[in-house]
């Protein structure tokens, strides 16, 4: 049996796809799908970048810049957010569905079926940031799909508010589709599928805390 991929089929009828991928004996269009979601990834985030959301340390010290500066500074701030989301297209793609392999032994063209549709809702999550940004002038860690804004009322602690921050309904969705699919794969028990499931998610939400983090001091060190 085979199964063809698609980056939106899977959330139409899940169950039934989720069956068919477990009894495919070969994927097909696996690459070019990753290929795609690697594009949207890019169109996203060069997007969002674009529109001047995380700039803020360059948006300050603008007034300072000649017009030729700011524009290099700015072109530059694109071109990093654009390899930020290669890098992070790659490793959403290929390090869960590695490690998941080693744990499981489902067969690893299947794991990266299951990281394409998480890369997908991620990069919806991503969406719904810019109009937080434009019209309420929320930043992506105190958006209301995330618990950064009620860790905003209980702390002053930058790294505990991204933490919370990059832990969102759509991040407690990625979980239980995660769980879902690698128990529709395998007969494994759901608690050890959520306790690890939920380590890497801790493990994503620490590090992208750290980066937020030190992403302030670097660029004050190279802006201000």
Known sequence: MSYYGSLFKIFFSMEDHLFRIRKAEKIHNLWKTTLLIVLLSLLVYGWMSYLGMGSDLISRNAASMSAIQYEITKAGFIIGRLLYALLLSAFVLFV?????????????????????????????????????????????????????????????????????????????????????????????????????????????WCMAALFSYSDTFILSGWFE
Not at 177 to 199: D, E, P
């Open 96 to 204: 869960p569905s590695l490690l998941f392999h080693l744990l499981t032994n489902i067969p690893y063209k299947k794991l990266l079926v299951m990281q394409q549709a998480v890369l997908l809702v991620m990069l919806v999550e991503r969406l719904t940031w810019i109009p937080l940004m434009l019209l309420s002038g929320l930043d992506w860690y105190v958006s209301p799909f995330s618990f950064g804004i009620i860790a905003s009322y209980f702390t002053d602690n930058a790294w505990l508010i991204f933490f919370f921050g990059a832990i969102s309904l759509f991040q407690l969705w990625i979980m239980w589709f995660q769980v879902k699919f690698l128990s529709t794969m395998a007969a494994i028990s759901k608690k050890w599928l959520w306790a690890n499931v939920f380590i890497l998610h801790i493990l994503y």
